[in-house]
Structure formats: structure tokens, C-alpha cells
């Protein structure tokens, strides 16, 4: 007697089903999200959120009861936009913030100008040793700046430094360059050693990228060197110069490190030199962290507004002219 179920030889199932097309685009479209909620959650937690405690701080303020003792004689109330009229009426703070502007006048010209000088003679054909001459203009950059600072405090100290002692022996005057308006150009050239290094490789590889035709096409047509860098590498790299003067704007209005590291060298700098020095002294000299936030969220929107209506002018006039 024969069973009633047979087993069926030479078919083989699937070891599982495959999903439906529906489910495989959704999944598709799913899939970037996962790899961007790694650096969502990082920039939530390191960025937006300490952004929007700054805010939240400076939109109030410590109220004392009394004469300020026990546990509910301070207490955290709501200030408005008191902090901020503060901030904006504070002499001190207007103070660093021309310091600033003037510290920003000499440093970013001749930071750049360098930088595109030392950039256009490493893309020379006639350079020599031009891996070493990189390495050894970008290797202050590497160094940081409270070490650079210290570096040439050392420098500027009429007892220390060697090159006041030459001076001495050579009987030519020594200038005092942590007094007066000597101290500009003492902070300035600590910005311009460090700085110079990275902006030239940023310079020096939009050079790179210019393709070897356009060199060769004005050769022909009987172009000097020194034309050819005019009228060719300095208009094909405006996009890098506007890069550059960019970021230097931002690093110039967060000056903190090096007046901060000179201080104890100088009575020329004051705790509240530039507007970040302003604002850590307020933070924690005073205590007050309140008056402190709202006074970096201003600097913060100052930046946003000047980095923005000079990208935006940038633009424009970029556009303009390839329009003509």
C-alpha cells in the first residue's frame, strides 16, 4: 500500500523569501539617513545643544535676595534681551572689538599677500628643493599658537631675547615691541608665522589644479612669468584667495591665545583685550556667565553677518563677471 503524500524529488525551495521591490526602495531610500545619524547625533550634541545653552543663558540672569545666603537666595530669572543691551552698551567690549579691527588690519593683508607670493614662487618652474621649502613654510601651522606664542614672548623680552642682545652690540635702537603700538605688530606677527603656512597650501593646490595648457597656450602667444602669474594663477585662484580671507576673518575676530599667552609678559594687555578675552573674564573672573553668553552670542552673529555678506559680495561679483 502506497502513502498519500509523495515526496516531490528535484525541487528546491528558497532558503528565504526576497523582499518585494517596495520594500528594497524604501530601504534604498532609507539607507542615508543611517549613515548621516552618526554625525546628526554628534553635531546635536557638541554644537546645536552648547548653542542653544548660550542662548538660553543669556536670556537670563542671577537675582539676589538679601544679603545672597542660604539656598534660595540666588535663583535664575528671566532677563530678556537685558544681557544684550549690556553687552552692546559695554565700553570694554567696543574697546577689544576695535583692538580687534585694527589687529585684523595688519594681519590679514600681509598674511595673504604672502601666502599667494610664497604659493605663485612654488609653482615656478625654476624652484628648487620644493618639497622641503612646503614642509618648512607650513610647519609653523603645525606648532600651536599658545606654544607660538610663548615661542616669541620669549623673543620680544628685552632681557632674554638674543636678538635685542645683536641689537646691543651693534648699538642700534631696541624697540619695545610688548608696549604701545609696538604690541600690534608683535601679536600680528605671531598670527602671520602661523598662519601663512596653511593658507599657502590652500593657494598652492588650486595652482596645481590649473591644467598645464593654459600655461603652455601663453607661452606661445609670448606671455613673461611674470604675466602669466598677473593675468592667469591670481584670477584662476580668486575662488581659494576668497577662501582664505574667509577663514582669516574668523580666526581674526576670535583672537584669544596669544594676548592671552603675552599678558604676563605685558601690562599692555589687559584681561579684556579682545572681545573673547572679554568674555572668558566675565565668565569666570566675575562669575557672571549670563552677561558672558550673551556677549559671545553677539560675537557669534557679528561673524555669521560679516562671513556672509562677504561670501555673498563674492558671488556677485563672480557671477558678474562671467556673465561678461
Known amino acids: 500500500m502506497t502513502s498519500a503524500r509523495r515526496k516531490s524529488y528535484g525541487v528546491k525551495r528558497a532558503p528565504y523569501a ?54 534660595g537666595a540666588r535663583s535664575e530669572v528671566w532677563a530678556g534681551l537685558e544681557n544684550y543691551t549690556d553687552a552692546l552698551t559695554d565700553s570694554e567690549l567696543s574697546a577689544g572689538a576695535l583692538r580687534v579691527l585694527g589687529y585684523g588690519a595688519i594681519v590679514i593683508p600681509v598674511m595673504l599677500g604672502l601666502a599667494l607670493l610664497f604659493a605663485l614662487m612654488l609653482d615656478s618652474d625654476r624652484v628648487r628643493l620644493a618639497p622641503f621649502t612646503r614642509l618648512a613654510i607650513f610647519l609653523p601651522y603645525a606648532i600651536p599658537g599658545v606654544v607660538a606664542a610663548m615661542l616669541w614672548g620669549f623673543l620680544y623680552l628685552p632681557d632674554v631675547s638674543p636678538f635685542y642682545f645683536v641689537l646691543d652690540k651693534l648699538g642700534m635702537p631696541q624697540p619695545d615691541l610688548l608696549d ?119 560675537i557669534a552673529l557679528v561673524t555669521l553677518v560679516l562671513s556672509f555678506g562677504f561670501l555673498r559680495t563674492a558671488n556677485s561679483r563672480t557671477k558678474q563677471e562671467e556673465a561678461r
Open 18 to 71: 526576497l523582499p518585494s521591490p517596495t520594500t528594497t526602495l524604501k530601504r534604498a531610500r532609507s539607507a542615508p539617513y543611517f549613515f548621516l545619524l552618526p554625525a546628526a547625533i554628534l553635531f546635536a550634541l557638541f554644537f546645536a545643544l552648547p548653542i542653544g545653552y548660550t542662548v538660553w543663558l543669556s536670556l537670563h540672569k542671577v537675582q539676589v535676595k538679601g544679603l545672597g545666603l542660604g539656598s
Open 180 to 298: 604701545g603700538g609696538g604690541l600690534y605688530a608683535a601679536l600680528s606677527n605671531i598670527a602671520v608665522w602661523g598662519g601663512t603656512g596653511f593658507n599657502m597650501i590652500v593657494i598652492y593646490t588650486s595652482l596645481q589644479a590649473i591644467p598645464a595648457e593654459v600655461y603652455e597656450a601663453a607661452k606661445l602667444d609670448g606671455a613673461t612669468p611674470l604675466q602669466i602669474a598677473l593675468r592667469i594663477k591670481i584670477p584662476m585662484v580668486a575662488p581659494s584667495l576668497v577662501l582664505t580671507f574667509f577663514f582669516s576673518i574668523i580666526a581674526t575676530l576670535q583672537v584669544f591665545s596669544e594676548p592671552t599667552t603675552l599678558k604676563p609678559l605685558t601690562n599692555s594687555v589687559s584681561t579684556t583685550w579682545s572681545p573673547l578675552m572679554k568674555v572668558y573674564q566675565d565668565a569666570f573672573g566675575k562669575g557672571d556667565i549670563h552677561s558672558a553668553a550673551a556677549a559671545a552670542v553677539i
